[in-house]
């Protein structure tokens, strides 16, 4: 069956380091998705992808955050300078469609910002 | 803005109890509602969906929904608990005309032998 992957699954940086996470979507999906989970709050969305532009965002997804399709597989989220307040498992999604279409989820990478 | 109510964070069953786990939304606008369940180390898996088609939706596992208009609600529930339902539940609804998720704080489901 196929799965939404990404890698890492534990990230440890500094603070006011860049990191990027990456994620392999479902190979015939159209829309791409990032969450975040802050250890004991809700699952937040940050943005979502389609067409090689992004389609909606959150307040979260402010000037710090950027996410790239570079090529036909991978997409990935780029934090540019970390701050503590980032530490949280970061979902990757992705769909065949939007709206009524389910959501497919990946196994998270944790991000611990030191 | 769209916001989920999850009623219990902590939910516990005995074996073979019915599972109810309780999920109320705001829109006045039905909108597209999903639950989906966590096990430890693991990602997010659709179990169900409400696309404005039943009213009664079935899952995975044996989990069934209901869709309430009237009372803004979507319960999830299971008529037998079985050990391997421990786990994290989540509900989620997307407005028509966007693709978000907004999710419920989670339900932490346990399961007594």
């Known amino acids: 069956e196929p799965e939404v992957t990404q890698t890492p699954s534990h990230q440890v940086t500094q603070m006011g380091q860049e990191v990027i996470l990456r994620c392999v979507p479902i190979s015939n999906h159209l829309y791409f998705y990032w969450y975040r989970q802050i250890l004991g709050q809700k699952v937040e969305f940050l943005v979502s992808f389609y067409n090689n532009e992004i389609s909606e965002k959150s307040e979260i997804f402010d000037d710090q955050f950027s996410v790239e399709r570079p090529d036909g597989s991978n997409f990935t989220l780029k934090i540019r300078s970390t701050k503590l307040e980032d530490s949280a498992m970061y979902f990757c999604?992705?769909?065949?469609?939007?709206?009524?279409?389910?959501?497919?989820f990946g196994p998270g990478t944790r991000l611990t910002v030191t | 803005a769209q916001s989920v109510t999850q009623l219990g964070s902590h939910v516990s069953v005995s074996e073979g109890a019915l599972v109810l786990l309780r999920c109320n939304y705001s829109s006045s606008v039905p909108p597209y509602l999903f639950w989906y369940v966590q096990y430890p180390n693991q990602g997010l898996q659709l179990l169900l969906k409400?696309?404005?088609?039943?009213?009664l939706v079935k899952g995975i596992n044996g989990f069934e929904a209901e869709f309430k208009k009237s009372e803004t609600s979507f319960h999830l529930t299971k008529p037998s608990a079985h050990m391997s339902d421990a786990a994290e539940y989540f509900c989620a609804v997307s407005d028509r005309g966007t693709n978000k998720l907004v999710f419920g704080a989670g339900t932490i489901l346990r399961v007594k032998s």
């Open positions: 409400y696309t404005s088609a039943a009213t």
């Open positions: 999604a992705s769909s065949d469609s939007g709206g009524r279409f389910e959501q497919y």
